[in-house]
């Protein structure tokens, strides 16, 4: 399994942005496709965005998109999301994860490594 490390969420007013980082050291998921989770309190885990493993496709759920962008720089092998115009309801557990395949994927099952998360929390 790849393992992956995330950075760079916090606490961020209404309105604001963090870009949140998801570092693969060992190289082991850079031919595969990647994607951002979040979890919020006595929720599920849901899809947030994924990228294709050369950067070349992009998925996003309808709740974050024109907002959220993914990214991934493949030469450092490090994952990225930025965040703009953040609401409370994105306050949640943003995990990173890398999927089996190559292809943007949404379905969690595709998913088989995963970091071990950044706390967002967005107050109003």
């Known amino acids: 399994q790849a393992q992956l490390v995330e950075s760079g969420g916090g606490l961020v007013q209404a309105g604001g942005s963090l870009r949140l980082s998801c570092a693969n050291p060992?190289?082991?998921?850079?031919?595969?496709?990647m994607g951002w989770f979040r979890q919020a309190p006595g929720r599920d885990r849901e899809f947030v965005s994924s990228?294709?493993?050369?950067?070349?496709?992009?998925l996003y759920a309808d709740s974050v998109k024109s907002r959220f962008t993914i990214s991934r720089d493949r030469a450092k092998n490090i994952l990225y999301l930025q965040m703009n115009n953040l609401k409370p309801e994105d306050t949640a557990v943003y995990y990173c994860a890398a999927s089996i395949g190559s292809r943007a994927v949404r379905q969690r099952t595709s998913f088989t490594s995963w970091g071990q998360g950044t706390q967002v929390t967005v107050s109003s």
């Open positions: 060992r190289r082991t998921a850079s031919n595969n496709g």
């Open positions: 990228i294709s493993w050369n950067g070349g496709d992009t």
